[in-house]
């Protein structure tokens, strides 16, 4: 970290301060910001009492607890000579199936069901799908199954991308941390530890972002470096990029550049955010949406480095996507030039103060 460690003055540190709360409604871009005063309240894994699927998930888990063989005795008991032929083939078939089929059917509709809301933007609603999930990955997995913890890392990035909730996404995070951690030194298929690993990448992105929010720099920046070599790990075991996890390079990077700056490292933030735009450009081309706010971020760090002329080339470049995608009046392209016009009166205030 030394080779990129800037030492600040009084005032500097007051700007990085000033401009980091700028950089706060930005992040709704993954998460929704919560009230300033807002308390969270206790986590609370909440059952639906009128929902008798739910009852019956319920009574299977007590059912796990019994001897199998009990339990077969109490469900598919005859009742003697009364019983059909049908009945018996309906009894067999249900013993076939076996008591677990019910919530393995409703843990894939829920996980199914999560996306279509998502999508939907029925966050709410996708927040208390997942919480179906843990408790029906309880029941399936048990409690100290990496699967189980896998749900409930999912829970913990839903409670801070969908509800904006970052205290709640801290306790479920760490709740799941040390079973991922246990499994994924002690299997042996490689099936199993990427998917460990994609679990791991999405958690520790979810503690440092939830520890940005809260403004605890080095917390958050420690948890991201951890998002960061699981990430590493897992691109090693696909043998090259990874693509459809939760938490993109992108997300990653850019998260691991605004807690460099929350803690006062211009360059260092000033290097994931050229990764980043690297990364988009290469993906995506150089004429995307998803290069505005970076351009304009790394522009507000290149004016804290005093470095002008460079913060209003990535302004001008932002204000050019917007005018190109959307039109000259849009508000993506109005606040593009408030931002330029604002950097070019700070360019000429340095050149007097200069003189």
Aim: hydrophobic share 35%.
């Amino acid at each position: 970290m030394g080779s990129f460690s800037l030492r600040l003055t009084a005032s500097k540190k007051g700007k990085i301060e000033q401009t980091f709360k700028c950089f706060l409604p930005t992040l709704t871009s993954h998460v929704i910001l919560v009230r300033n005063k807002m308390r969270a309240s206790p986590i609370r894994i909440p059952t639906v009492s009128s929902d008798t699927d739910w009852d019956f998930c319920f009574h299977l888990s007590q059912q796990t607890k019994t001897p199998a063989h009990e339990r077969t005795d109490e469900l598919y008991s005859t009742s003697g000579s009364g019983e059909s032929e049908e009945d018996n083939a309906r009894a067999k078939k249900e013993k076939d199936i076996g008591p677990m089929s019910l919530p393995k059917e409703k843990l894939a509709q829920s996980q199914k069901k999560i996306a279509q809301l998502i999508k939907g933007k029925m966050n709410i609603q996708a927040n208390k799908e997942l919480i179906r999930c843990v408790i029906l990955s309880r029941i399936i997995f048990g409690e100290e199954h990496w699967k189980c913890a896998q749900a409930l890392a999912s829970l913990a990035y839903g409670y801070l991308t969908l509800r904006g909730l970052p205290a709640q996404a801290k306790k479920h995070a760490e709740s799941a941390k040390n079973t991922l951690l246990t499994w994924k030194g002690n299997t042996a298929l490689d099936k199993e530890k990427e998917e460990i690993l994609e679990a791991l990448v999405m958690l520790y992105y979810t503690l440092g972002v939830a520890w940005l929010l809260q403004r605890h720099g080095r917390e958050a920046y420690f948890n991201l470096q951890q998002s960061e070599r699981n990430m590493k790990e897992l691109k090693e075991s696909y043998k090259g990029g990874v693509g459809g996890l939760q938490v993109s390079e992108k997300d990653l990077t850019v998260a691991l550049g605004r807690a460099s700056l929350a803690n006062g490292w211009l360059n260092l933030a000033l290097t994931y955010f050229e990764k980043a735009i690297g990364n988009v450009i290469a993906a995506k081309g150089d004429r995307t949406s998803d290069l505005v706010s970076l351009y304009e971020e790394i522009a507000q760090i290149e004016q804290l480095r005093r470095n002008h002329d460079q913060a209003i080339q990535y302004l001008q470049r932002a204000h050019s996507i917007c005018v190109s995608l959307f039109t000259e009046v849009s508000p993506q392209a109005a606040r593009a030039s408030t931002l330029l016009a604002k950097a070019y009166a700070m360019s000429g205030e340095a050149q007097h103060r200069g003189r």
